[in-house]
């Protein structure tokens, strides 16, 4: 998915850092140097314009893990990850977009799954926690990424979003058909780019990854668990609904209105169609 790309604008722009400082008119030394120090002011903004806006520029890394199955084989996976966007100053860029790539054991099967960009919350989706292999079908757990990401997902609990590979083509499924003998996390998981980058190899063996997840606390990080587990999403993360435009609303906000007509007023005016809006769910039955 090609990277949007920010025009910098005419050359003439207001505060453009390359403006030409012999092109002042002459004037009396009070005003030149008046001129000079708003000049020198404005390009001061411009930089930090600058360095405002290459914090949306994509940068991109890619690596191999090691990945131990649940029967012992071993496979080589290659990750790729992209990170771009919006991001507070002296933050990491978010994942905007992601991939995983390997061979199905058993077969000479090429794999890929992808991770897009999402528009509506500005970032890639998941943090990929396991692969495994049965049978020649392919099955990943991924944790949402954010809480954004976790409510358009529908805030699973335990919180994984399970993909099935078969028949040429990734679809989700519940977590009561991932296949109970897989229950332990075999991906490099939060920040897996620098995590690898650390390592400083070619290729991070299944031990390394296994090492990375000993010093998790939380137990849905340790292992795929299968029973609910309080405040999966975190404790800030309340639920939301998305107009599919990049806008989110807290579900309360809808619960709060008095009637459906009123739910449905408050839909138009938030930019919620037919489709997104919530009210016909939130009334059924009133």
């Known amino acids: 998915m090609p990277f ?51 914090a949306c520029a994509a940068a991109g890394s890619s690596w191999k893990e090691e990945v131990l199955l649940h029967d012992g084989q071993r496979l080589i996976v290659e990750r790729t990850v992209e990170r771009g966007g919006r991001r507070e100053v002296g933050q990491h860029p978010p994942i905007r977009q992601q991939s995983l790539t390997f061979t199905i054991p058993g077969s000479q099967k090429k794999v890929a799954w992808t991770d897009p960009f999402a528009p509506d919350h500005g970032t890639a989706s998941f943090l990929p926690m396991l692969l ?3 049978e020649g079908v392919a099955y990943l757990v991924a944790h949402p990424m954010g809480c954004l ?13 399970v993909f099935k590979y078969q028949e040429m083509e990734w679809s989700r499924i519940a977590l009561q058909e991932l296949p109970l003998e897989f229950r332990s996390p075999n991906l490099i998981f939060s920040s897996p780019d620098d995590e690898a980058k650390k390592f400083g190899k070619n290729i991070v063996s299944a031990e390394e990854i296994r090492g990375l997840y000993a010093t998790y606390r939380q137990p849905e990080y340790r292992s795929i668990l299968r029973e609910e587990i309080p405040n999966p999403g ?5 639920p939301m609904v998305s107009n599919g435009k990049g806008l989110w ?26 489709k997104t809006c919530p009210c016909a769910k939130i009334f059924e039955g009133k």
Request: hydrophobic share 35%; net charge positive.
């Open 149 to 161: 990401s976790y409510n358009k997902w529908g805030r699973p609990n335990p919180p994984y979003v």
């Open 234 to 238: 975190g404790e800030r993360c309340i």
């Open 249 to 274: 609303r807290a579900q309360a906000w809808f619960d709060g209105k008095p009637t459906l007509e009123a739910c449905r007023d408050g839909c138009r005016n938030e930019g919620f169609d037919e």
């Open 4 to 54: 949007s790309q920010r025009s910098a604008g005419p050359r003439n722009a207001p505060g453009w850092v390359g403006a030409d400082a012999s092109a002042v008119p002459e004037q009396n030394s009070g005003t030149r140097s008046r001129n000079l120090w708003a000049m020198l002011k404005r390009a001061g903004a411009a930089l930090i314009l600058g360095a405002g806006v290459g």
């Open 132 to 134: 495994e292999a049965r």
